[in-house]
Structure formats: structure tokens, C-alpha cells
């Protein structure tokens, strides 16, 4: 949130230093945004990332804009905001270096999500008020209920935290064909790589978004994150959170005076969710001779078999979605990851595994991975475990100008 603390500037510096050969301090969110550029850039000096797509149409140009601010409105509670909430705003965590970006605040923007895993079932402990806890509480609650401020952790449940993702390109991974997807996946690993990427399925769809792959469409991972993060209800995403403690459920007028399941409208859903739809995956950096050479390590090591470097979009009515390629750096799918790792489940998703992170615009980041454990491109690879244990060996193997050139490499996407 808009708040710097010590533990932000230390991470920032920390990042400065680390991407110190070509990455410049992010640029001030409110400058005017210029033309999208789709061709590397040259100078990180001036990259905006709040940028739409080339090749919108007026009107999706429009929608982008609009979009922005709903995504952007802080929400009162008058309009819905709450009972529990952890943030009024989705650009209050997508925030940085503008709109649409990661948390620049390893306190606020880091999420507490519980679940239970009892033999093979998940329980992601709904009905304690899981599974993503709300740090925050409104004026009407705390008057009927004095003291709770906060959502408690529901007993026995095992914690895991999340940092904000930056969206940038994310539009584009929702319009790749699922078929793309499980075409990738090797569950039994029947070419002895080690690596089994498994599609996240469930009644037959294929769920890609969130980092367990919890769900199968960014619309409704967007009306899950106004219902989660915001306490504003849709007709995508219908109930309020419920609170311990908190009677009855579906709340009183008292506690919650707007109508559950419409404190924001289906036009202002979509409006958003095209924000981020049309966001443009931010522009690689130009490789260097060293990092080209990185660029054939990060292949040859084995990196590229679950950050697969790119990926085609199907067929869409939006031109600058329709059969488009997208540098994404990810398979989508779930791989299980090690016990270093490894966390909570989600629905059929275990504790160890996660989807490949998108590497894209990852020299924009300041930490790495699920919950910003790694302040170093070269901890965030040597925590790497499961089933990318072989290419994490490697990694480690690597002479010392070998990596120098893979992170090389990986501070141009
Ligand atoms: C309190 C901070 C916070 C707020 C507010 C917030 N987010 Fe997020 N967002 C997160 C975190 C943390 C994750 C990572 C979740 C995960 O790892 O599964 C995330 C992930 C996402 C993702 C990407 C999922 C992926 O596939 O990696 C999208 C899209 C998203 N948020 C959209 C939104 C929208 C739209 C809003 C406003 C309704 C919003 N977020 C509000 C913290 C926040
Ligand atoms: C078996 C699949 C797999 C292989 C192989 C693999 N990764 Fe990953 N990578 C992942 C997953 C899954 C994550 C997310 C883990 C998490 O968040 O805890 C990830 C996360 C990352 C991140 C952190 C991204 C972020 O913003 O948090 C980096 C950097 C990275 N990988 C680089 C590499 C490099 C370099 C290699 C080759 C040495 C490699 N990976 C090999 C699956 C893989």
C-alpha cells in the first residue's frame, strides 16, 4: 500500500544492486503513458508498464480505461467494502512500479491464505473463514462486535503467505487454448526427463490462474479477488467471507448494508478484468553477448522445460489476443516442487506443487517466489526442488561466468 518501510526500501536497494547492469529504479506511476511498444527495448530508463496491447481498437481502448479505474477505486463501505477486508483497492497491492504490479510492501501486500489437508482430502476451511484470512475489519463490524479488527487463523490450519504477482500480460495467458496447455503436461513422465507437469483440473476444466492454478478464467479469479481481498461481492462471485464469531450468516443489514452478490455490478467486473486483460507483457530487455549465451543455458540446463519460452493464443475476436505469441515463460501447469517448498493445497493441488511461475517481466521484480522468500535471482533458482531438482543441479554446476550469464539472461525477460 501507499506506505514505505524499511523492509521495502531494504528490498528495493537489494534489488537495485542485484539487477544493477541494466535496470534502472522504476519510473513514476503518474507520468502519462506513451505509445505501446512491442519491440525490445533498448533504455529501461523510460519503460512504462501500465501500457495496453498494441493494437486495441478504440473501443477496447476505452474498456482499458475504464477499466483502470475500477480497478483502481477505493471502495467504501457504503459500497460494499467488507465486513472483512485486506485492502480497499486491487491497485493498492497491484501497485507497483505502477497499476497492474506487485506489492511494494512485503508487510501489507503479502496475503495469509490456510487450508487442511487430512489424507487426500483439502479443506481450504470456508466455513472457519479461510482460505484466504482478512487482516482487516469495517467501522459497522467492529460497532456490533468491539475488538475484532482482525480475521483470526482458523485452529489447525497450516499458514502459507503470498506476495502480489505483477499482471502485466496475464490477458494472454488467459486466451491460450487449454488443449496448448495439456499438451505440454507429462504426468508420468514417460520421457524420463523428471520433469511430469500435470494440467490443474477440475469437472473437466483446465485452471490456470493463482499459483496453485485454482482458477480456470481471469474473470473469475478477478470476481474471487473482489470477494477475497474486498469483501465486494458479484453475481461471479456470490457470498460474502465469513467471520467466526460473526451471526448470522448471510450477515444483518446492520453489519453488511449492501445487497450480497451485487456490490459490484457485471459491467464494472468485466471493465476491470479487460484492464488487465489488455495490459501488454512488459518489453524484454536487449541481450547482450553474455546473455545470449545465458539464453542457451537456461535451455540446455533444462529451465525452458517448465518455463517454456512461449506459447501461442488462440483464435479471439480481439485482434491483439487472436493467435498472438506470448513470451511468457511458463507451461501453466502444476509441478510438484520439493518440501522446501512446499505449502498448503488447494482443491486437488498439494502442498508441494505449484504452477510455473511466468517469468515474464521478471526484471522488474524485487523478490522471488510464492511468498517473496528470495531477494536473489540465483536463491530464488537454488531453492528450486521436486521435479526441477535436475535442473537446479545443474544450475549449481554451472561455472561461475556460466550463471553470471544465465542471470544475465534471466534480467532481460
Ligand atoms: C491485499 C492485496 C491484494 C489485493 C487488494 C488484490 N490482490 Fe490480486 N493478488 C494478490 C496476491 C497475494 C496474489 C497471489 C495469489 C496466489 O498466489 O494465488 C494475487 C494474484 C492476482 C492475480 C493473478 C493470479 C495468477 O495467476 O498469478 C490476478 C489476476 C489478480 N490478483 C487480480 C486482482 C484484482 C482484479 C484485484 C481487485 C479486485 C486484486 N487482485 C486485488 C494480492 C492482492
Ligand atoms: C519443474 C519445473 C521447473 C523447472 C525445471 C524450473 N522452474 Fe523455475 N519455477 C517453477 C515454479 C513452479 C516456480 C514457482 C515456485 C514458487 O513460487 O515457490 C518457479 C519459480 C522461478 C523463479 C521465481 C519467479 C518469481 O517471480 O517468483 C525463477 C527466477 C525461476 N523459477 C527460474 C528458473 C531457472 C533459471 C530454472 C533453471 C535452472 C528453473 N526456474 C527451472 C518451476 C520450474
Known amino acids: 500500500m501507499q506506505r514505505a518501510t524499511i523492509s521495502t526500501v531494504a528490498s528495493f536497494l537489494a534489488f537495485a544492486l542485484a539487477a544493477c547492469t541494466d535496470t534502472a529504479p ?8 506513451p505509445a505501446a511498444r512491442t519491440t525490445l527495448a533498448t533504455d529501461d530508463d523510460d519503460v512504462q508498464l501500465d501500457v495496453p496491447l498494441a493494437g486495441l481498437t478504440a473501443a477496447e481502448l476505452d474498456r482499458f480505461n475504464r477499466g483502470r479505474a475500477v480497478f483502481s477505486r477505493v471502495f467504501t463501505e457504503a459500497e460494499g467494502l467488507g465486513p472483512s477486508f485486506n485492502s480497499a483497492a486491487c491497485a493498492n497491492c497491484h501497485e507497483e512500479p505502477s497499476v497492474g504490479g506487485t506489492g511494494d510492501d512485503l508487510d501489507e501486500d503479502i496475503e495469509t491464505h490456510v487450508a487442511r489437508l487430512t489424507g487426500t482430502t483439502c479443506d481450504d476451511l470456508t466455513a472457519s473463514g479461510g482460505g484466504v484470512i482478512q487482516h482487516h475489519t469495517t467501522q459497522l463490524l467492529q460497532a456490533a462486535y468491539p475488538g475484532y479488527v482482525s480475521e483470526a487463523t482458523p485452529s489447525g490450519a497450516v499458514v502459507a503467505h503470498r506476495s502480489t504477482p505483477a499482471l502485466f500480460g496475464f490477458g494472454l495467458l488467459d486466451a491460450i487454448p487449454a488443449s496448448a496447455i495439456q499438451a505440454l503436461a507429462d504426468p508420468t513422465d514417460a520421457n524420463g526427463d523428471g520433469v511430469s507437469g500435470r494440467p490443474s483440473l477440475a469437472n473437466g476444466k483446465l485452471l490456470r490462474f493463482g499459483r496453485k492454478a485454482t482458477d480456470e478464467t481471469l474473470l473469475g479469479f478477478n470476481a474471487g479477488a473482489f470477494q477475497n481481498e474486498m469483501g465486494i461481492t458479484s453475481s461471479v462471485a456470490f457470498d460474502e467471507q465469513l467471520l467466526v464469531g460473526v451471526h448470522p450468516f448471510p450477515f444483518s443489514s446492520a453489519i453488511s448494508p449492501t445487497t450480497m452478490g451485487s456490490e459490484i455490478s457485471n459491467q464494472d467486473l468485466a471493465l476491470a478484468t479487460d484492464f488487465v486483460r ?15 549465451d545465458g539464453r542457451e543455458l537456461f535451455s540446455s540446463i533444462g529451465c525452458a522445460t517448465c518455463h517454456v519460452p512461449s506459447l501461442q493464443t488462440g483464435p479471439s475476436s480481439t485482434r491483439a489476443l487472436d493467435r498472438v505469441t506470448v513470451e511468457a515463460f511458463t507451461d501453466l501447469l502444476l509441478h510438484d516442487m520439493g518440501d522446501g517448498l512446499a505449502d498448503i493445497c488447494r482443491g486437488k493441488t498439494l502442498p508441494s506443487e505449484f504452477r510455473t511461475e511466468p517469468l515474464m517481466g521478471l526484471r522488474f521484480r524485487e523478490r522471488f517466489l510464492h511468498d517473496a522468500r528470495a531477494e536473489t535471482l540465483d536463491d530464488a533458482v537454488l531453492r528450486h526442488g521436486g521435479e526441477a531438482t535436475r535442473a537446479r543441479d545443474r544450475f549449481s554446476e554451472l561455472k561461475a561466468n556460466q ?9 532481460t525477460l
Open 26 to 33: 522504476p519510473s513514476s506511476p503518474n507520468r502519462p503513458p
Open 278 to 292: 489488455f495490459l501488454r507483457p512488459p518489453p524484454q530487455a536487449k541481450r547482450d553477448v553474455q546473455a545470449n
Open 403 to 411: 550463471r553470471a550469464a544465465l542471470i544475465a539472461y534471466l534480467n
